[in-house]
Nanobody
Framework: QVQLVESGGGLVQAGGSLRLSCAAS????????MAWFRQAPAKDREFVAL????????YFADSVKGRFTISRDNAKNTVYLQMDSLKPEDTAVYYC???????????????WGQGTQVTVSL
């Protein structure tokens, strides 16, 4: 079992920044890949970024490349999503996920957090 708890969401103006955190507990070693997804109202869940616990390999969706950074602190079992130059279209509920297989498909991840709301205003 792996438990994931997100934090750091909120309301920010366009062009601003937010940092999301995902604290993982339980058998985190069983899930090599950590990812962030987001879901806007009436839209499908969308991949944002991923990172591996061991090598720190990262991969980003084209829509956030160059604006978002993903990192991890292995000692704290925490993954971060630094979001800069935010746009109104980044507004969504952001979810942290863990899985044994990486990639951008949500079905590759079997543990999910409860989500944290990010709202970007004009």
């Amino acid at each position: 079992q792996v438990q994931l708890v997100e934090s750091g969401g909120g309301l920010v103006q366009a062009g601003g920044s937010l940092r999301l955190s995902c604290a993982a507990s339980g058998r985190t070693s069983s899930r090599s890949f950590m990812a962030w997804f987001r879901q806007a109202p009436a839209k499908d869940r969308e991949f944002v970024a991923l990172i591996t616990w061991n090598t720190g390999y990262t991969y980003f969706a084209d829509s956030v490349k160059g604006r978002f950074t993903i990192s991890r602190d292995n000692a704290k079992n925490t993954v971060y999503l630094q979001m800069d130059s935010l746009k109104p279209e980044d507004t969504a509920v952001y979810y942290c996920a863990a899985g044994p297989v990486g990639g951008s498909r949500s079905s590759n991840y079997d543990y999910w957090g409860q989500g944290t709301q990010v709202t970007v205003s004009l």
